[in-house]
């Protein structure tokens, strides 16, 4: 996975090309799309995986551990976003790419941690794909869950590729 987060191509999933885009401009387009959307996802996601498990727990298919999972991605990725919002982006707005090279080595550690959540989730998951005759809620949860994966994916390539190299 980790692998897979450092190859995708630029500009994937988002509308413009940000390879040209200032640091100002992407930092901005980071907050918005990503860190705003992530506060917004997560909760929801930990709250349908909590009523599938209650539900289904005792089926085989049940990704039982997974709510407990997404808990611990939604604190680590709030901590996370907390030190890039106000640590990490003030000081690459501020031109001190040079000084911010131990945040970024920092957080280039924590997206590895990110890509290995993402490991623990499909395994636990199948990959995201809901079993036969899986309930609306299960399946409106991996719906949901492929949209985060690939929303942080991105997320991640715009920083470790574009917004870290820049300031290296």
């Not at 680590?76 to 982006?89: A, D, G, V, Y």
């Not at 890509?115 to 395994?123: F, M, V």
């Not at 809620?137 to 869950?145: I, K, P």
Request: hydrophobic content about 35%; overall charge negative; glycine content about 6%.
């Amino acid at each position: 996975m980790v692998a897979k987060l450092e190859a995708l191509p630029g500009g994937e999933s988002d509308e413009r090309d940000w390879q040209s885009a200032s640091d100002e401009a992407l930092i901005d387009h980071i907050l918005t799309r990503y860190h705003d959307l992530h506060r917004q996802q997560l909760p929801e996601l930990v709250r349908m995986a909590r009523r599938v498990e209650q539900v289904h727990g005792e089926r085989d298919t049940c990704p039982n551990g997974l709510a407990d999972l997404l808990t611990a991605i939604h604190q680590e990725m709030e901590s996370h976003m907390q030190k890039e919002e106000q640590i990490l982006f003030p000081m690459l707005r501020r031109g001190l790419g040079a000084q911010a090279r131990g945040p970024i080595t920092v957080r280039r550690h924590e997206h590895d941690d990110h890509g290995e959540h993402l490991e623990r989730l499909a395994a636990l998951t199948d990959d995201i794909t809901p079993p036969k005759g899986a309930c609306t809620t299960w399946r409106a949860l991996y719906t949901g869950l492929r949209e985060f994966r690939d929303d942080l994916m991105q997320h991640i390539h715009l920083e470790n590729n574009l917004l870290f190299e820049r300031a290296g």
